[in-house]
C-alpha cells in the first residue's frame, strides 16, 4: 500500500509537528482525501484534534506511530516536495536516488489514544467565546520571561475584555506578568479566574496564523481553542488545573 503526499513541508510543519510538540507517540488515521490523529499531553490536561486534508491520499490504514519526533525527522530526510511512502503491516519505507529509509510501526492497541468523543463536544452548550489573536499569544510567550516561577495561565473576564495572567495564586511571592488578550468576548461572565497549562501557548505560539477561535464552558472549567492552518485543521481541548 502506497502513501501519497503532495505537500511535504505542510505535511511536517502542520500536521505531524504540532502531534509532535503534544505527545510522543501517536495514532494516525489514513482515509480518502485526510489523515487525523488525536493526541493528549501526558497529565490529559490537553487534548489536540488534527485533521490533514490532502486529496493524494487514497489509502486507508491506521498507523500506530511510537516516535513522532523521529518520524518528523525520517520526513523531513525526503528532498522531494511530493513523495510517497510505502506502508507495510509493521513499517512505512521510502526509497529515492539519494534517500531510503525504513521506519517500523508498533501493532494496533499498544497506543491508546485519547478518550475524549470530538461529536459530542460539539453538541455541548458553550457559555463563552472569543477571538484570540496571533500577537497576544506571542506576548504571553515574551511575558514568561518575566514570571518564569510557574507555568499557570489564568483566564479572567471583565465585560468584553480577557485577560491572561502567569502566575500561580496558590503559591507567595510569585512573579506575575499579565496582559489584555482580547477584547470581543460574549457570555457568561465569571468571577473566578480559570487556570490552564501554558505549556500548551507555547505550543500554539509556533504555529503561524491570524488568530484563535475560542470558546468556553465556564461551568466545566473547559476551554477549546481552533485554528487553521491552510490545509489544516486543529483543535486545541484545554481543560482547567486545580486552583
Same mark, same amino acid.
Given at each position: 500500500?502506497?502513501?501519497?503526499?503532495?505537500?511535504?513541508?505542510?505535511?511536517?510543519?502542520?500536521?505531524?509537528?504540532?502531534?509532535?510538540?503534544?505527545?510522543?507517540?501517536?495514532?494516525?488515521?489514513?482515509?480518502?482525501?485526510?489523515?487525523?490523529?488525536?493526541?493528549?499531553?501526558?497529565?490529559?490536561?490537553?487534548?489536540?484534534?488534527?485533521?490533514?486534508?490532502?486529496?493524494?491520499?487514497?489509502?486507508?490504514?491506521i498507523?500506530?506511530?511510537?516516535?513522532?519526533?523521529?518520524?518528523?525527522?525520517?520526513?523531513?530526510?525526503?528532498?522531494?516536495?511530493?513523495?510517497?511512502?510505502?506502508?507495510?503491516?509493521?513499517?512505512?519505507?521510502?526509497?529515492?536516488?539519494?534517500?531510503?529509509?525504513?521506519?517500523?510501526?508498533?501493532?494496533?492497541?499498544? +497506543?491508546?489514544?485519547?478518550?475524549?468523543?470530538?461529536?459530542?463536544?460539539?453538541?455541548?452548550?458553550?457559555?463563552?467565546?472569543?477571538?484570540?489573536?496571533?500577537?497576544?499569544?506571542?506576548?504571553?510567550?515574551?511575558?514568561?520571561? +518575566?514570571?518564569?516561577?510557574?507555568?499557570?495561565?489564568? +483566564?479572567?473576564?471583565?465585560?468584553?475584555?480577557?485577560?491572561?495572567?502567569?502566575?500561580d495564586?496558590?503559591?507567595?511571592?510569585?512573579?506575575?506578568?499579565?496582559?489584555?488578550?482580547?477584547?470581543n468576548y460574549?457570555?457568561?461572565?465569571?468571577?473566578?479566574?480559570?487556570?490552564?497549562?501554558?505549556? +500548551?501557548?507555547?505550543?500554539?505560539?509556533?504555529?503561524?496564523?491570524?488568530?484563535?477561535?475560542s470558546?468556553?464552558?465556564?461551568?466545566?472549567?473547559?476551554?477549546?481553542?481552533?485554528?487553521?492552518?491552510?490545509?489544516?485543521?486543529l483543535?486545541?481541548?484545554?481543560?482547567?488545573?486545580?486552583?
Amino acid at each position: 500500500m502506497t502513501f501519497k503526499i503532495s505537500n511535504r513541508d505542510k505535511f511536517l510543519n502542520n500536521f505531524l509537528t504540532p502531534l509532535s510538540k503534544v505527545a510522543d507517540s501517536a495514532v494516525i488515521k489514513l482515509e480518502s482525501g485526510k489523515a487525523s490523529s488525536l493526541v493528549a499531553t501526558s497529565d490529559n490536561t490537553v487534548v489536540v484534534s488534527c485533521l490533514y486534508k490532502d486529496s493524494n491520499i487514497q489509502a486507508s490504514k491506521i498507523l500506530n506511530v511510537p516516535d513522532l519526533k523521529k518520524f518528523c525527522r525520517v520526513v523531513s530526510c525526503i528532498e522531494q516536495d511530493d513523495f510517497e511512502l510505502d506502508i507495510s503491516s509493521n513499517f512505512i519505507g521510502y526509497k529515492s536516488e539519494n534517500v531510503r529509509f525504513k521506519y517500523h510501526l508498533y501493532d494496533d492497541g499498544i +497506543i491508546n489514544s485519547p478518550k475524549l468523543n470530538i461529536a459530542k463536544l460539539n453538541t455541548l452548550e458553550f457559555d463563552g467565546k472569543f477571538t484570540l489573536p496571533y500577537a497576544s499569544v506571542i506576548n504571553l510567550v515574551k511575558g514568561s520571561s +518575566i514570571s518564569t516561577e510557574t507555568n499557570k495561565l489564568y +483566564i479572567s473576564v471583565k465585560d468584553t475584555v480577557v485577560l491572561g495572567e502567569l502566575t500561580d495564586k496558590t503559591r507567595a511571592n510569585i512573579d506575575s506578568y499579565g496582559i489584555k488578550i482580547s477584547d470581543n468576548y460574549e457570555g457568561t461572565q465569571f468571577a473566578l479566574p480559570i487556570p490552564l497549562n501554558f505549556e +500548551i501557548f507555547r505550543i500554539i505560539s509556533s504555529m503561524r496564523f491570524k488568530e484563535l477561535q475560542s470558546r468556553l464552558l465556564t461551568k466545566m472549567g473547559v476551554i477549546t481553542m481552533d485554528v487553521n492552518l491552510e490545509d489544516t485543521e486543529l483543535r486545541f481541548v484545554i481543560s482547567a488545573l486545580a486552583n
